[in-house]
């Protein structure tokens, strides 16, 4: 059993910045791939961002540009940093891993951004 712990999310007022931080138990390598969902009140969860073992990412067109996905190697974390926050991005943020034969969600921290 996997048990990420999301931390970061606060509430912020737009055009602000927020950085989540995602603990990975263990070693990050054993995962092929980590990423940001996120999910707001009456709506699907969605992606926001997703890193690859090998590095490549891909965002969701909405935050392209504003948010970006990182890891810490060493610290065995995984970041988003997010930048020029609207109302919109108002979302409770999952960090999800994946590997083979697992697919990991985090408890999901609140990100709340006013206008």
């Known amino acids: 059993q996997v048990q990420q712990v999301e931390s970061g999310g606060g509430l912020v007022q737009a055009g602000g910045s927020l950085r989540l931080s995602c603990a990975v138990p263990?070693?990050?390598?054993?995962?092929?791939?980590m990423g940001w969902y996120r999910q707001a009140p009456g709506k699907q969860r969605e992606l926001v961002a997703i890193l690859t073992k090998g590095g490549s990412t891909n965002y969701a067109d909405s935050v392209k540009g504003r948010f970006t996905i990182s890891r810490d190697n060493a610290k065995n974390t995984v970041y988003l940093q997010m930048n020029s926050l609207k109302p919109e991005d108002t979302a409770v943020y999952y960090c999800?891993?994946?590997?083979?034969?697992?697919?990991?969600w985090g408890q999901g921290t609140q990100v709340t951004v006013s206008s």
């Open positions: 263990g070693s990050i390598f054993s995962f092929n791939a």
């Open positions: 999800n891993l994946q590997r083979v034969g697992g697919n990991y």
